[in-house]
């Protein structure tokens, strides 16, 4: 169980912190996250910083313990933005494996959420 709580949260702070510093810049609208999200990907302006506001609650909903249902919502927002994410790159003309590297943000969280399962079974049974 040990082993198990230690791999959880290091992919769950992995990803959370990721999902958390990409929230912040979109609540702070810098320039980046608005070239690439308004000018790059053709979305309107007032989606950064609900995007920003939308990850920064779901980090929180993934780590709040006690709240079974928030926590899998959580996940699937955060995973529904970064699938999304990712197709809206490549389908703005951009080769495939130059969409490749959002896999540093998706692998940590799909960790992460089969480690918070194993968890789940691993206290069930205890």
Known sequence: MKK???YYWIFTGLFGLMMLFSGIQHIMATPESVDLICKQLKYPEYIVVFLGVVKVLGVIGILIP???RVTE??????FYDLILATVSIYLMGTPFLMCLPMLVF???GM???IFYHKRLKAKATA
């Not at 919502?73 to 955060?78: D, P, Q, S, V």
């Open 66 to 68: 006690g709240y079974p």
């Open 111 to 113: 960790l992460s959420y």
């Open 4 to 6: 198990l709580n230690i």
């Open 73 to 78: 919502w959580a996940y699937a927002g955060l």
């Open 106 to 108: 998706i692998v940590p």
